[in-house]
């Protein structure tokens, strides 16, 4: 089983939103490294949801409630079905992210802009230990 770190802007699509309606599509990926990443994801998949935006924190848990299928506009993009998991105790902000050099490599670090990232097995342990989920 993979973990993946999904990212929305909450003025578009929030964690609140995911709990209340429990599964949604994830869709509108069209950057190519997040659109791969998208592509990886496999049914059971964990998920971390980060809120971009005035947030900028990893705010929930997610899971990969069905394997990536093309998408419904564009059949060149995909699309993946995530239920909603639990909010984490307490949210890790992007700065307190920046500020760990445990987190250096991450792309979430190095590549801000994308939307869609594996979360490798050590940094999912410190993010669940930091966020006391």
Known sequence: MAHWLVKSDPDTYSFADLLREKTTTWDG?????ALGHLRRMAKGDDCLVY???DVKAIVGYAK???APRPGIV???????ELA???PVARP???AAIKADPEFAAWELVRIS?????????PIWRR?????GS
């Open 51 to 53: 809120e971009s935006g």
């Open 84 to 86: 909603a998991g639990k």
């Open 74 to 80: 564009d059949p060149k993009l995909a699309t993946v």
């Open 29 to 33: 990926i069209a950057n190519a490294a």
């Open 113 to 121: 802009r994308l939307s869609v990232m594996p979360v490798p097995a």
């Open 64 to 66: 990969v409630a069905a």
């Open 127 to 131: 993010i669940v230990r930091l966020t």
């Open 92 to 94: 890790l902000t992007l």
